[in-house]
């Protein structure tokens, strides 16, 4: 009778744990019977860098020009006052993780140089890198070519309209009496 309950337990005990690990493993996978996929927020931190921007601050501008052209840093440590960081991750659902830094470099408030720009994507690279949409947007032309205006029938106007009749003038009283 003993081992008819042990066996009864010991089935109830790895029914348990394999539910157990089943609610384990719909905690850490990235979508539930390959349908449903949680939604993660979209975390954007730092200032995007381009190779447009890089090609444009040159060593001799000053540390307004810089910031004008690749926008506020986003450590400028108090310690280290001619060094200005710029870092920018993106982490996006359905596309790959990135991470760029930038170091700029000053010397008496005078742009000496950049350290980490070499592979920056251009603007049209980095929007093609983050871009999700799984179909192709392939949008209609929004100018006609010569043989569609062409084929193109005439609006038809409408006849002028009668003019209105002429409306009698009207007097009035005068407001005071005395006028």
Known sequence: MTSISARRAGAALALFAGALA???????SENFL???TPYRVE????????NEQVALAKPGLTRAQVRDVLGSPLL?????????DY???????????QLRRVVVR???DILEGLEGGADLPSEHEFVASIDTFKTARNAPPLVLT??????LSVPVRPPPADPAPPVPARTYPPLEPGS
């Open 87 to 97: 870092v920018f991750t993106i982490r996006r659902q359905g596309a790959a993780p």
């Open 76 to 84: 400028a440590d108090p310690f280290h006052a001619d060094r200005w």
């Open 106 to 108: 000053f010397k008496s």
């Open 43 to 50: 975390v954007v931190q730092g200032n995007v860098i381009t």
């Open 146 to 151: 010569e043989e569609q205006v062409k084929a």
């Open 34 to 36: 390959g349908v449903v």
């Open 22 to 28: 089943g609610c384990q493993s719909l905690q850490s």
